[in-house]
């Protein structure tokens, strides 16, 4: 059996390349495009690892873990929060946040 990946994101693009990377690896994958489609996507799948863009609309990654953490059915499911950060320096040999 395959572990279960939630991926919530709200952009088409950015999902399509986590869906990719991760069913290629042979992973299971399920997505939501917000925070309130991620808790209910994770109590009805209760996946093994849910990764979260910071920058949802709506409801937030923030309040999203916030609600996934006081529910007791959900809240040992781990998630990593992914995001991007302008302020990344690639020029620099090791980036690093200005």
Same mark, same amino acid.
Request: hydrophobic share 40%; glycine share 4%; charged share 25%.
């Given at each position: 059996m395959s572990q279960r990946i939630l991926v919530v994101e709200d952009q088409e693009d950015n999902r399509q390349i986590l869906r990719d990377l991760l069913m290629s690896a042979d992973f299971e994958v399920i997505e939501a495009v917000d925070g309130e489609a991620a808790l209910a996507a994770a %109590? %009805?799948?209760?996946?093994?690892?849910?990764?979260?863009?910071?920058?949802?609309?709506?409801?937030?990654?923030?309040?999203?873990?916030?609600?996934?953490?006081a529910? %007791? %059915?959900?809240h040992a499911i781990p998630v990593i929060?992914?995001?991007?950060?302008?302020?990344?320096?690639?020029?620099?040999?090791?980036?690093?946040?200005?």
């Open positions: %109590a %009805a799948h209760r996946p093994d690892l849910i990764l979260m863009d910071i920058q949802l609309p709506g409801l937030d990654c923030y309040e999203a873990t916030r609600r996934l953490k529910d %007791a %059915a959900l929060a992914v995001g991007h950060s302008r302020h990344l320096r690639i020029d620099h040999p090791r980036p690093s946040l200005w």
